[in-house]
Nanobody
Framework: QVQLVESGGGLVQPGGSVRLSCLVS????????VGWFRQAPGKEREAVSV????????YYKDSVKGRFTISRDNAKNTIYLQMNSLKPEDTAVYYC??????????????????WGQGTQVTVSS
């Protein structure tokens, strides 16, 4: 059974840090490109960061560049998102995703095969 299970969300103060984890089971992660998406209330889901399986190249949404870092540990079948200098506008439900096709993660999220259930991150004082 394929599962992506996020953890690490919660309430954090502005300027604080959080590391999200996404444990994958049911398939081997190393040939998949991976990504993190988020959805704030009343807004559409958006890509936050994506990492290619082939060369490890990364993409970041402009507003998180320099603050967020995506990484993966294929041996542990786990994806991470380190989030630093958090702002209230980062408040959202964060989802991990995996797909064989990098283009799905970058441009066609409706085609992404594997999604986690989401974890809430709330940035507030």
């Amino acid at each position: 059974q394929v599962q992506l299970v996020e953890s690490g969300g919660g309430l954090v103060q502005p300027g604080g840090s959080v590391r999200l984890s996404c444990l994958v089971s049911g398939f081997t992660l190393d040939v998949y490109s991976v990504g993190w998406f988020r959805q704030a209330p009343g807004k559409e889901r958006e890509a936050v960061s994506v990492m290619s399986s082939s060369d490890g190249s990364t993409y970041y949404k402009d507003s998180v560049k320099g603050r967020f870092t995506i990484s993966r540990d294929n041996a542990k079948n786990t994806i991470y998102l380190q989030m630093n200098s958090l702002k209230p506008e980062d408040t959202a439900v964060y989802y991990c995703a995996a797909d064989i096709e990098l283009s799905s993660l970058l441009s066609y999220p409706s085609l992404i095969v594997h999604w986690g259930q989401g974890t809430q991150v709330t940035v507030s004082s």
